[in-house]
């Protein structure tokens, strides 16, 4: 199921997913972005990692000096290129994000939110090292998942999500302590603040961990 975000749940059915999100996952959602605006300057060159059909891209970009968005599908990539207002401070790549083409020290700050570091089917030290690898020194690494007490919240969203076909029937069997597990084989987990101060001291960088809007554990690094 590594390729279920490249192949199936893309484009318009990726799309639809958020559509769909009760309130309080738009809140979620919305928090998460306004959080990261407050971290950008006008300067800055930015990285996104699973950037999708450029739902987070829309509003980043009008607030920063130029950006780029990598994912796997280029369904999404074409949709996003379709979607987003013309700006010229933006391109788009398919791209590995565990394998980044870029060279050492090109972006300022990197992001992945929205639980993208689980999202994207990769060994997740790999993913953040690569992360800090084109990522500038003095630069930060914006990652997160959801929280704990957000779990009632965002089983009902990909229950919502299952009834309209987007993925697999869920299996209540096997779902609970923060895995969700379809019966098609998708498999949907989060990391604790515990994981991400571990991934951080493995990966040699200081992790400021915080809890944004009750939804989501937001893990901000600094690059050495």
């Given at each position: ?10 484009a318009k059915?990726?799309?639809r ?13 919305k928090?998460?972005?306004i ?7 006008s ?10 059909y ?8 009008p607030?920063?000096?130029?950006l780029?968005?990598?994912?796997t599908s280029?369904s ?17 790549c ?5 394998v ?8 300022d ?14 060994d ?18 914006y990652?997160?998942s ?27 069997d ?10 098609d084989?998708?498999?949907?987990t ?7 101060e571990?991934l ?25």
């Open positions: 199921m590594d390729q279920y975000y490249s192949e199936k749940l893309t059915r990726l799309k997913c958020y559509e769909i999100a009760q309130p309080r996952v738009k809140q979620y959602l928090a998460e972005i959080h990261v605006l407050t971290k950008l300057r300067t800055d060159t930015i990285l996104e990692l699973g950037c999708g450029g739902r987070v891209i829309r509003y980043l970009c607030h920063v000096k130029a780029v968005g990598i994912d280029m999404s990539l074409k949709m996003a290129y379709n979607e987003l207002r013309p700006a010229a401070n933006y391109c788009l398919r791209m590995d994000a565990a980044l083409g870029f060279r050492d020290n090109t972006f700050k990197t992001i992945c939110i929205q639980n993208g570091i689980s999202a994207i089917k990769a997740q030290l790999t993913l953040i090292n690569e992360a800090i690898r084109v990522t500038r020194p003095g630069g930060k690494l990652f997160s959801y929280c704990e007490k957000f779990w009632d919240e965002r089983l009902e969203w990909f229950c919502a999500q299952a009834k309209k076909g987007l993925l697999g029937e869920i299996d209540y096997k779902t609970g302590d923060g895995t969700i597990i379809c019966k084989g998708f498999k949907a989060t990391v604790s603040p515990q994981q991400f571990s951080a001291e493995q990966a040699g960088v200081h992790a400021d961990i915080k809890e944004i809007d009750g939804s989501s554990v937001f893990c901000e690094m600094l690059v050495k």
